[in-house]
């Protein structure tokens, strides 16, 4: 028996065409977010599971006393033969949540007040540069002066030349206390800008500490619509690693090539170059309520 031949006109087959489309769309649809809501279901009765305390995955859930748990809970073994704590009848387990960063406000420090606290480290590393020359010279006679009284004072008064000799010994001397100073700076500002005190954060040099400075760690800076106003994250004590790096390469800096606090200038918010390697900024002290 013959089958008939079905005609289509063109409107037709493309009608017959894009139900097919929507068909196999559908189909793809469904193939494709099946396991995604399966995996949504598991998820949420595992949430579920865990706020009623009846079970508990391995190493994700911590006690709620483990006093409690230690006295009255038993241990019971997994399958790869660790130990896990189930909680007491009553207790609710509950999962631990990371801490979230706090935006601070700050004000960004005039200039005048920068340079004041420069100018006040700079008088007091200047008596310890003296006292470590006084030290060096009398008690460890690192330099002999008595050796070039004669040749310096015959240079001084263009009696004589100064012999290359002569001159590079001195030089060498005068170098290694120069050395042994920053190595005593870099010390210094280290500890005093490490972290702050009484429980605050920030820690500050005396020049900055008196003039109510303090250098904060800064992963971001968000900028206000006020003058001079910005929030950083995390806004926390520098710690031991990053306060060594920031007097290390201010006081390289300094040596070697420039003054590096004249990048303060370049800076829209005011921070040196040392200060942008290391992770800081030199804010004023901010008041009690910060947060944001």
């Not at 009608?15 to 068909?23: G, N, P, R």
């Not at 896990?84 to 949540?97: D, F, I, K, Y």
């Not at 590393?125 to 003296?130: C, S, Y």
């Not at 310096?152 to 290694?176: C, H, K, R, Y």
Request: with cysteine.
């Amino acid at each position: 028996m013959a089958s008939e031949e079905t005609i289509m006109t063109a409107a037709e087959y493309s009608d017959s065409v894009y139900q097919w489309l929507q068909q196999a769309y559908q189909w793809q649809t469904l193939a494709v977010g099946f396991p995604t809501y399966m995996a949504y279901q598991s998820a949420l009765q595992r949430t579920v599971t865990n706020a009623t305390g009846i079970q508990q995955p391995t190493n994700t859930l911590v006690n709620v006393s483990q006093t409690n748990n230690t006295n009255n809970g038993s241990a019971v073994p997994n399958a790869r033969g660790d130990q896990e704590q189930r909680p007491l009848q009553g207790q609710r387990a509950v999962t631990p949540t990371p801490a979230t960063q706090v935006w601070r406000e700050f004000k960004i420090p005039p200039l005048w007040k920068r340079a004041s606290a420069e100018i006040v480290d700079f008088s007091i590393l200047f008596l310890v540069k003296v006292v470590v020359t006084f030290i060096a010279v009398d008690y460890f006679e690192l330099l002999d002066l008595d050796r070039y009284d004669k040749a310096l004072l015959l240079a001084a008064t263009g009696n004589g030349d100064l012999d290359f000799a002569t001159a590079m010994e001195v030089t060498s001397d005068i170098l290694l206390l120069e050395i042994i100073h920053k190595f005593i700076v870099c010390i210094f500002e280290a500890l005093c800008t490490h972290r702050g005190i009484r429980g605050h954060p920030g820690g500050a040099t005396p020049g900055k500490f008196l003039l109510g400075l303090r250098i904060y760690t800064c992963d971001q800076i968000a900028s206000l619509p006020e003058p001079n106003r910005i929030q950083i994250i995390p806004a926390a004590d520098l710690g031991v690693f990053w306060a060594s790096l920031r007097s290390l390469l201010k006081n390289v800096a300094s040596t070697f090539f420039f003054p590096a606090w004249l990048t303060i200038f370049l800076s829209p918010h005011r921070r040196a170059i040392y200060d942008v390697m290391s992770r800081t900024i030199v804010l004023e002290v901010p008041s009690r309520n910060n947060r944001r």
